[in-house]
């Protein structure tokens, strides 16, 4: 088989800028995780929590996946958002939801948090070689 196919670079990917965050895959579609983040996002404007089922009819992602990119909002490289989790009460738990727990979920901007400083190595080895003198 020839090789006929064109490679792409880094400089000839058009990348789509038309989300909020303008972050779009080399196809041009959105980020799953940009999609869940937008909808979370408006639904915590009107003091709304949703559950994983109630994200997927949205979104029409799985409620698995969904759960995942959850986690994935939490961590400082995709935004560190802070999601809350709380057990739906039963007097407003919906169709087909009504065994066992249900969970609904809300994203807030988190606060940024700074890394923590790790000690240099210069100051680790001379406390070392003072331990050992002191010996």
Not at 68 to 83: D, N, P, S, T
Request: one cysteine or more.
């Amino acid at each position: 088989m020839r090789k006929t196919r064109r490679r792409l670079e880094k400089g000839n990917v058009v990348w789509g800028t038309t989300s909020t965050r303008g972050r779009r895959t080399r196809a041009g579609r959105r980020r799953q995780r940009d999609v869940l983040c937008d909808v979370m996002l408006s639904a915590s404007q009107c003091d709304t929590w949703l559950t994983l089922d109630e994200l997927a009819m949205l979104t029409h992602y799985p409620p698995a996946s969904i759960s995942a990119q959850l986690r994935h909002l939490r961590k400082q490289e995709f935004g560190g958002y802070e999601v809350e989790k709380r057990q739906r009460l039963s007097g407003r738990v919906l169709h087909g939801e009504d065994f066992g727990t249900v969970w609904e979920y809300r994203l807030q901007r988190g606060v940024p948090k700074a890394a923590p400083r790790r000690p240099r190595h210069s100051t680790q080895r001379g406390a070392r070689a003072a331990v050992s003198m002191a010996a």
